[in-house]
């Protein structure tokens, strides 16, 4: 059963990923080399964390739209807070955005679980109060890499072993999330929340808590990648990350997590950042438009979300005495 | 065919208004696989009058309805309309030949207005073809007022209470002209004014001329509004005539008197001490005063018909809604439940009726559904133990037999009554000292409700103090130590040893006051 499941989802996607990485080296030989694929991950690093943290959300029948506008909101406080104090240290630097990132996702989590708002309209709203917020502390300023400290903009950059720190980041954090939703409670709560919000309430599972609790994740994620995309870029503005929202939810829709709620895995929210980004990264180097990186990832989300629908299909009730032996 | 009926061959001579039926069914047969849920049942309608369609809960009612109304085709018989043979292939069919139900909930769009309501899928159009909005309203509001209904045809139904809905609905069917109108249960969810109301609306329609079957459980209302009746009982007919040849006491002999074919174990139960105490539990809308006791090793049963309150006052003991008032004590400590986490650590447990909906977590492996309540347990340093969840799976799904190639296998791909085993398992894992059935057997076949009664008695002969909520009397009767009958929210009779029969048991809920004979 488990093993037909990873034939379905998993194995599927990361077969098109070998295959389309296979297509592109096939011509540009320079694309595989090591040094380059660990570029790409490093690119695809902050879609990674952020597809994690949406994908608890989904799970439990939710979403969260406002995971750009939060990294954009929490990136601008911290560049601030770097030119105010450029003493700060990183770790320090660190903990702030993922606490102010955490308390935009309570906050999204409270009206969702209190006041019963549909999840789109609440993330949608709070989506344009945190951009809107970022103009009204910044005044529609930049703050630019002169303006910051030197340590503030290299940790992310800094190579350990081989890897950028911000790889490292994704590495720890998808490391976090296999714990999180294999070996938790609150990992399995997600599930049967989403699975079955009913059968969750008589199972004695808080239904809204869960729910809040996914969007305090996803908030303290967006939150980190907030202070990594505004240190490797070395620049904050009010619209860093547009859109970015979109590709993330998008990554975890082609990752096999189902909109519908109750159905999904790391390994599949990991592998649709994964083909975002190489698809991302591989059309310069093939000479395509980035334009119609949009069009690749819409068809992708088109193709993914279809071939989701058909296998999950239900094959009905077993009536038939011999089909029951049969299977 | 017609032996065992009574009082049906003298309804064709002497009826005044209705000399001939509107409409009359013949020989109707219904199976479903392994259930046979009509068996050559007849039903007559009069124009202006109401017949009242009386039978337990399974005895056959809503399939009529549903044959009626061309969602169910008939296995046999036949259905003749004004002396036309007729078939209805769809909905749409028995439309047209002028059959129309209201139903208890009744199935209208909310979003739209009143007059939307009336006239969707038939609004009267302009030259264009395009939807003529002042013929509609002026329509609408004069079949409002056609049944003296002060409703304002702009308004969205949303805003509209129940019985306001249900005069909508009745106006949709005077709009397609219907002749036969079917009332299934309209009073059940109404307040005593609103339900004058719809007395009214009945006097109405059969002025009207209409020929109406009304399908309702309460029997002070069948002899204040119906001309004849119909009984069923486990999908046949067994009685029909005029109601002022009949009483209450025989009609209630007509829908119980059955012979028990079902077997139930047999059990020696050994009372043990007193487990749980409910002391005035109250709900704002939903159940009043509700007080009882339990002890150990014991099968309560709670009686009732549709709407009588038993889920709601269950939930409220599990903690999934609080009551406004009351107390309850367990093994004499006061307990407070606020949530179904606490109901689950005080050792209560509950099995609701719901199984898809409410039961089984689908997409989940069969052990993750049975560990989901005791993680915990399964759990060190808030780790989880596959190993050990799958050892509890492993041990409560032996106990209760259950059929499925493996544990990890979805439990969506399980049958009916393979689900209900492992919800609960589930709730066995939990090593509960009170576990509340809901309708334990419904919708589930002869053979698995015999195992599912097997295990009741199992349960309860081991010292669990179970609660069993069921709308089947012989269930009732064969499984209970002890009934609790409720009616209308609140308790209305207690029995036990003799007095448990199923003649009290249908009076009680039914609201028959016993000094009547």
């Known amino acids: ?327 | 065919m017609l032996a065992n009926t009574q009082g049906i061959e003298d309804a064709h001579p002497q009826s005044a208004k209705g000399s001939k039926p509107a409409l009359s069914l013949t020989g109707i047969s219904k199976s479903f696989p392994g259930v046979k849920a009509l068996s050559e049942v007849a039903l007559e309608l009069y124009p202006g009058e109401v017949t009242a369609l009386v039978g337990e809960n399974g005895a056959g009612k809503s399939t009529i309805v549903k044959i009626l109304t061309g969602i169910y085709q008939p296995d046999e018989g036949e259905i003749v309309i004004d002396e036309n043979r007729v078939t209805f292939p769809t909905a749409q069919d028995a439309g047209k030949a002028g059959v129309t139900a209201i139903h208890q909930e009744t199935v209208l769009f909310d979003d739209l207005s009143v007059a939307e309501n009336i006239f969707i899928g038939h609004a009267p159009k302009t030259r264009l073809g395009l939807i003529n909005r002042g013929e509609m309203l002026n329509q609408a509001q004069n079949l409002l007022n056609r049944i003296g209904a002060s409703i304002d045809p702009h308004v969205t139904l949303r805003e509209l209470g129940i019985a306001n809905k249900h005069l909508v609905a009745i106006a949709r069917a005077l709009s397609i002209d219907a002749s036969i109108v079917i009332m299934d249960e309209p009073t059940a969810s109404l307040s005593h004014k609103e339900i004058e109301e719809t007395y009214e609306l009945v006097e109405r329609l059969k002025a009207e001329g209409k020929a109406i079957l009304f399908i309702s459980h309460k029997f002070d209302e069948i002899f204040r509004i119906a001309d004849r009746y119909t009984v069923f009982r486990d999908g046949q007919m067994v009685g029909a005539g005029r109601i002022k040849d009949v009483s209450e006491r025989e009609l209630v002999k007509l829908m119980v008197g059955r012979s028990v074919d079902q077997v139930f174990p047999k059990r020696a139960p050994e009372l043990g001490k007193e487990v749980l105490k409910v002391v005035g539990y109250s709900h704002p809308t939903e159940f009043e005063d509700i007080g009882f006791t339990l002890r150990s090793g014991e099968i309560l049963g709670f009686y009732g018909l549709v709407g009588a309150g038993r889920s709601e006052f269950m939930q409220a003991l599990f903690g999934v809604t609080r009551p406004s008032k009351g107390a309850i004590r367990i093994d004499d400590q006061v307990a407070v439940i606020r949530d179904p986490n606490e109901a689950i650590g005080h050792g209560i447990v509950y099995v609701p009726e719901d199984r898809g909906k409410q039961g089984a977590v689908k997409g989940l492996p069969i052990f993750q559904n049975i560990s989901l309540p005791s993680l915990k347990e399964t759990s060190r340093n808030g780790f989880l133990r596959l190993v050990e969840e799958f050892r509890l799976a492993r041990d409560y799904t032996k106990r209760l037999d259950l059929r499925a190639a493996a544990l990890d296998q979805d439990i969506g791909e399980l049958s009916g009554g393979n689900q209900q085993k492992v919800v609960i398992a589930k709730w066995l894992a939990t090593k509960p000292r009170v576990i509340i059935l809901d309708e334990p057997t419904k919708g589930i076949d002869i053979g698995s409700k015999a195992a599912v009664h097997e295990f009741m008695a199992e349960l309860a002969a081991e010292g669990l103090a179970v609660i069993m909520v069921s709308s089947e009397i012989p269930e009732i009767l064969g499984m209970s130590d002890r009934v609790i009958v409720m009616r209308e929210g609140r308790i209305a009779a207690e029995f036990e040893g003799p007095d448990l029969t199923p003649e009290h048991l249908v009076r009680a809920a039914a609201g028959i006051v016993e000094a009547r004979p």
């Not at chain 1, 690749?296 to 009536?319: D, L, Y």
């Open chain 1, 1 to 327: 059963m488990i093993h037909s499941l990873i034939k379905s989802r998993e194995t599927v996607l990361a077969m098109a990923i070998l295959v389309l990485v296979g297509a592109i080296a096939s011509r540009f030989p320079a694309f595989v080399a090591p040094a380059n694929l660990v570029n790409v991950f490093n690119d695809t690093a902050p879609l990674i964390i952020l597809a994690l943290g949406q994908m608890v959300v989904i799970l439990t029948r939710c979403i969260d739209l406002s995971v750009a506008a939060n990294l954009a909101l929490t990136g601008m406080v911290v560049a601030m807070l770097n030119t105010l104090l450029p003493d700060l240290p990183v770790p320090l630097i660190m903990v702030i955005a993922i606490g102010l990132g955490s308390v935009m996702g309570l906050f999204n989590g409270l009206l969702v679980w209190k006041l019963d708002i549909p999840p789109i309209v609440v993330t949608l709203g709070t989506m344009t109060i945190y951009r809107g917020i970022i103009f009204v502390i910044s005044g529609g300023e930049w703050i630019n890499a002169h303006e910051m400290s030197d340590a503030f903009k290299a940790f992310p950059r800094d190579v350990v072993f081989g890897l950028p720190v911000l790889s490292w980041i994704a590495i720890l954090v998808l490391i976090g999330f296999i714990v999180l939703i294999g070996r938790t409670a609150l990992g399995r709560a997600f599930f049967a929340v989403g699975g079955n919000p009913h059968a969750a309430v008589y199972t004695g599972i808080n239904v809204g808590l869960t729910q809040c609790a996914a969007y305090i994740i996803s908030g303290a994620l967006a939150g980190l990648t907030g202070y990594l995309w505004v240190a490797r870029y070395a620049v904050a503005y009010v619209d860093i990350a547009g859109g970015f929202e979109l590709e993330v939810v998008a990554a975890c829709v082609i990752g096999g997590i189902s909109i519908a709620g109750g159905i999904g895995s790391v390994g599949g929210a990991l592998l649709g950042a994964l083909f975002l980004g190489i698809v991302k990264n591989a059309l310069p180097v093939v000479n395509i438009s980035p334009f119609w990186q949009l069009a690749i990832s819409g068809s992708a989300i088109i193709i993914a979300v279809a071939f989701n629908a058909t296998s999950n299909r239900t094959k009905g009730r077993v009536i038939l005495k011999k089909a029951e032996h049969a299977t």
